[in-house]
């Protein structure tokens, strides 16, 4: 019978109302969210806000206020913020090139620019530390690896703030990949009617009309920036270079679940910096006024004499980033080590 009736559109004897079905999704949301994530984190901050030798908020004051939290708070707001710059710089001309010009081999490139959202920090760390090591399987032959017993040049402030930098640039690249399909293609025509040229079409009409993709994605990349680990964790730690989430790991690591309140008070920094990052790209994204058009995207800038060196500078770019990190881990494994063929 109650088969029947969900089946006839009815239930509790009166028919079933749209109303009711959005009603009864939004209740299954709010149970997920809060069992999977509100509730988790209210547990976590709760240890974190918990008064501490009869002070309230003393935890949180002793942990905010201790020389290790405000070195790594300060690195981290280095490294991302200088992360989220370059990953804006490579993001934003990779798009350019791939969505407004007729450069050739537009798929592969795709794929190597979105190559890091396949691959886990950790993996993408251990890449470039076997690219640019003394024992580089494809830096050595030629010569340009460090000396034997040096250290690795990436294990630095500049090594995180480059791999990450990156790694990051896809998430700007998607953005502003999706703001330049959304270009009204009569203001761009109308640009070049005028007689303008590509780079002034790009500077005067194209970037300022991207300016809310740029930096909705720039916050992104900086939220992702501040709350990677793997990056960190393998070039920071040995670099001596702790950031927040390194630091937690040392933390939980070393003493255990016995400093879950310490840990949870360092979250509670990564938490309010990631608000901070998702409500400016909220706010941008509001004020954001759209220009849409139904003629189209625009037409791809015709290079003419210049293709060859756009592609040569984009594939000079992703094959040291993108292929080379991943070859040299590849032959890595296939190396002979000691105990093993």
Not at 185 to 212: I, K, N, Q, Y
Request: hydrophobic share 55%; no cysteine; glycine share 10%.
């Amino acid at each position: 019978m109650a088969d029947q009736a969900l089946a006839e559109g009815r239930f509790g004897g009166r028919p079933l109302r749209p109303m009711d079905g959005e009603r009864i999704l939004l209740a299954l949301l709010a149970v997920y969210v809060g069992v999977l994530a509100a509730w988790p984190l209210a547990r976590l901050f709760g240890e974190a806000l918990a008064p501490a030798a009869g002070t309230p908020f003393g935890l949180v004051s002793r942990v905010w206020s201790s020389p290790a939290t405000q070195r790594a708070l300060a690195n981290t707001l280095e490294a991302g913020l200088a992360a989220t710059a370059l990953s804006v710089v490579i993001g934003t001309a990779a798009a350019l090139l791939v969505g407004l010009t007729d450069i050739r081999g537009k798929a592969a490139a795709v794929f190597l620019l979105l190559l890091p959202l396949l691959v886990p920090p950790q993996i993408t760390a251990l890449a470039w530390i076997e690219l640019t090591g003394s024992g580089s399987p494809i830096l050595a032959p030629l010569g340009l690896a460090p000396a034997p017993g040096t250290t690795n040049p990436l294990y630095s402030r500049l090594g995180v703030i480059l791999v990450m930098g990156v790694e990051h640039a896809t998430i700007v690249f998607l953005a502003v990949r999706a703001g330049i399909r959304g270009l009204p293609r009569d203001l761009v025509e109308a640009a070049r009617v005028a007689g303008s040229g590509p780079g002034r079409v790009v500077a005067t009409v194209v970037l300022p009309l991207l300016r809310p993709a740029i930096l909705a994605g720039a916050a992104l990349a900086f939220v992702s920036a501040i709350g990677n680990f793997g990056v960190p964790a393998l070039l920071g730690i040995p670099g001596r270079y702790p950031m927040l989430t390194t630091l937690i790991y040392q933390r939980l690591s070393g003493f255990g679940p016995r400093v879950l309140g310490e840990v949870a008070a360092l979250a509670l920094i990564l938490a309010a910096l990631a608000a901070a990052g998702l409500a400016i790209r909220a706010l941008v994204m509001r004020k954001a006024r759209s220009v849409t058009t139904r003629s189209g995207p625009a037409r791809p800038f015709a290079l003419g004499r210049a293709r060859p060196w756009a592609e040569g500078a984009l594939w000079t770019f992703l094959i040291p980033t993108a292929v080379l990190p991943l070859l040299a881990l590849a032959a890595s494994s296939l190396t002979p080590a000691v105990g093993w063929p």
